[in-house]
């Protein structure tokens, strides 16, 4: 049965199709998207006509582009078998409908077709999607009423379509009834929940209807579709937490709450990806607290708009959200690890010290003290060495500076701060992530959480200062690289491809440094002539892959020198090669290294004869 506010759509709808006369005009269904009138029009028909589908035909116009299209769609809803081998025997579907007819396509009509085959009712959902001319399409659906007497259903969202002359005239003409529909959450809900597999899952999101109900109306969408996507991405979350998560129900509660809430404005493009990054959590609503006569950001709008739900709640990291929103992405260990730190699971005696304080808000004022006292002591004794780590530190120390709790002034953190970096970097015991793969650093959080005071002058200077530091450690491992890759390219030549071609599948993190500047000129030469051709073949081709697309003008600039002064080498070697190694060698550098002297590939061309032919070879 449909919900108070649409008994009016399914009373005209049963008396409709009670009519004994032909009533030659259809009815007009309309309402946004998602609100739920394809829903709402298939319960009414099943209820109408049970499981028997032969008294209606029902037809998507959704990307109809020409008449012939929607003939095709009208055959498939009226003889579903056609849409297998014999519509491919026959050609076109409305031809393999045809010939099942037994009509001639020459006396092709809708009054042929009606008159072959009768359904109780004609339905074209998706009208505003056609992408054919409305006129046209209106015009094919008048022929059912207007000369075959049937009775005819349209579905659309008039507000899509639009002030167009044509639509309003042919409009008059063919809808005599226009009924608009609203969102029965109440029914859709319960259809939604009811097709979640997992029985847990099930069991939750129907225990939680009204937090969700409450939710929906705040939002204001009236959008059953984005509740339908917004309650089956929530099963996927939650079949992947561990038993224990899944039993507390106040973290569970939490989680679906700001799930649902950020869903729905994701969905509805009130809030983007930055806004989720930047713009959620205790630090981006304290910088919205001092920024009174700014506007409002998306997500403080959203904050408003839910009065019951804290946006900003911590239970998972923005990344994390972003992962699961944006990307579809739900990564299993990261959620779980997540919500063991999170305040629901964590046991304060066994989380980091600067967790603790970060999660200030949370803790007790014991609790928070003892943390504080072990993070300084850490600090004092240099213990913690990740990046990520040391960062969150920097940042917990000017915030803590700011509000009296640590007695120093912003200038005497920043000090002490890079004189922690300078001694971890001096003491080789930094941790950094290898250059080219990913840190979540660069989202102004690690570990989950959101770094404290990331948007001030002073914390980025400490981080600028890190960086530095990292690079120069980075750099001292130059030579040792150096010669790893030097001894590979006799050992597994294969691997020193996957490892300095920028156009291997496998990129490292020699990709884009200029690592091979360390290396002797005659050490690479002498190597690589020793080489077997096949594996000579090979370097090249990761040679002319790590210098191509400009890279010796941007992030290998400091190894031109060097491969200029290889390619000069090898020139030198040629005279005392033999023909046949000299002729290889001539090619090698003519094919494999333009990007070093593209002048000098050109002369060492002419020193080929020109009836030999200077393709290059296949790799």
Same mark, same amino acid.
């Given at each position: 049965? $449909? ?25 007009? =269904? ?53 849409? !297998? ?29 009606? #008159? ?49 002359? /044509? ?40 225990? #939680? ?9 705040? +939002?204001? =969408? ?56 930047? !713009? ?21 709008? #959203?904050?408003?708009?839910?009065? #019951? ?13 972003? /992962? ?26 066994? @989380? ?14 014991? @609790? ?113 690289? $150096?010669?790893?890759?030097? +001894? ?42 020793? =080489?077997?051709? !096949? ?22 600039? &400091? ?9 000069? $080498? ?19 550098? &003519? ?9 000098? $590939? ?18």
């Amino acid at each position: 049965m $449909a919900n108070k506010g649409n008994k009016h759509v399914w009373d005209y709808l049963a008396y409709y199709l009670k009519l004994t006369h032909a009533p030659g005009f259809a009815v007009l =269904l309309s309402g946004p998207w998602g609100v739920g009138k394809t829903y709402l029009l298939k319960a009414f028909l099943k209820q109408q006509f049970g499981d028997d589908a032969a008294n209606y035909v029902y037809v998507s116009l959704y990307g109809l582009s020409t008449i012939e299209e929607i003939d095709d769609a009208l055959f498939q809803a009226a003889f579903p078998a056609l849409t !297998g081998k014999a519509a491919k025997v026959a050609g076109r579907v409305a031809k393999a409908g045809l010939k099942f007819l037994r009509v001639d396509p020459g006396e092709w009509s809708i009054k042929e077709f009606l #008159s072959k085959f009768e359904a109780n009712v004609y339905v074209f959902d998706d009208l505003e999607r056609c992408e054919a001319p409305i006129n046209k399409v209106l015009g094919y659906i008048n022929q059912f009423v207007e000369h075959a007497g049937a009775k005819v259903i349209i579905l659309a969202n008039e507000k899509e379509i639009g002030a167009d002359n /044509d639509y309003a005239r042919r409009r008059e003409k063919l809808i005599g009834k226009t009924l608009q529909v609203s969102s029965d959450f109440n029914a859709a809900f319960a259809h939604f929940a009811s097709n979640i597999d997992h029985e847990g899952a099930r069991s939750f999101v129907q225990s #939680s209807l009204a937090d969700i109900a409450t939710i929906y109306t705040q +939002s204001t =969408l009236n959008n059953l579709r984005i509740l339908q996507q917004t309650m089956w991405d929530f099963e996927r979350l939650f079949v992947v937490l561990s038993p224990e998560h899944q039993a507390n129900t106040d973290a569970m509660a939490t989680l679906l709450r700001l799930l649902v809430v950020l869903s729905f404005e994701y969905k509805a493009a009130r809030i983007t990806e930055d806004d989720i990054l930047v !713009g959620r959590g205790m630090a981006a609503m304290m910088r919205a607290s001092f920024a009174k006569d700014e506007p409002k950001t998306p997500i403080a709008l #959203s904050s408003e708009r839910y009065p #019951s739900v804290d946006i900003n709640d911590d239970v998972l990291s923005n990344q994390l959200l972003v /992962d699961y929103l944006v990307r579809g992405i739900v990564d299993a260990n990261a959620i779980r690890a997540e919500l063991e730190a999170s305040r629901f699971f964590v046991k304060v005696a066994d @989380e980091q010290p600067w967790r603790t304080v970060w999660h200030w808000m949370e803790r007790s004022d014991s @609790e928070f003290d003892a943390a504080l006292a072990k993070m300084e002591k850490q600090f004092e004794e240099r213990a913690l060495t990740q990046d990520g780590e040391i960062l969150h530190v920097l940042g917990l120390r000017l915030f803590l500076s700011d509000r009296g709790i640590l007695r120093l002034s912003r200038a005497e953190v920043v000090a002490q701060g890079k004189q922690y970096i300078d001694d971890v970097c001096a003491a080789k015991s930094i941790q950094y992530p290898p250059p080219g793969e990913f840190s979540e650093l660069r989202f102004q959080g690690w570990g989950g959480l959101g770094i404290s005071e990331h948007d001030t002058a002073e914390y980025k200077e400490l981080r600028l200062h890190l960086t530095a530091a990292v690079q120069r450690a980075v750099e001292e491992t130059y030579p040792t690289q $150096a010669i790893d890759l030097l +001894s590979e390219m006799t050992s597994d030549v294969e691997g020193f491809y996957r490892h300095t071609s920028l156009t291997h599948a496998d990129a490292s993190q020699y990709i884009r440094a200029p690592v091979l500047a360390q290396l002797g000129v005659d050490d690479f030469v002498n190597v690589f002539l020793a =080489l077997h051709p !096949g594996a000579q073949h090979v370097v090249m081709m990761a040679l002319k892959g790590r210098y191509e697309y400009g890279q010796l003008d941007r992030d290998l600039k &400091e190894e031109r020198p060097w491969i200029t002064s290889v390619r000069d $080498a090898l020139v030198e070697r040629l005279p005392s090669l033999s023909p046949i190694s000299r002729y290889r060698l001539q090619r090698h550098i &003519e094919w494999y290294l333009q990007a070093v002297h593209p002048e000098a $590939a050109s002369e060492e061309k002419e020193t080929v004869s020109d009836e030999e032919d200077a393709s290059e070879p296949e790799a």
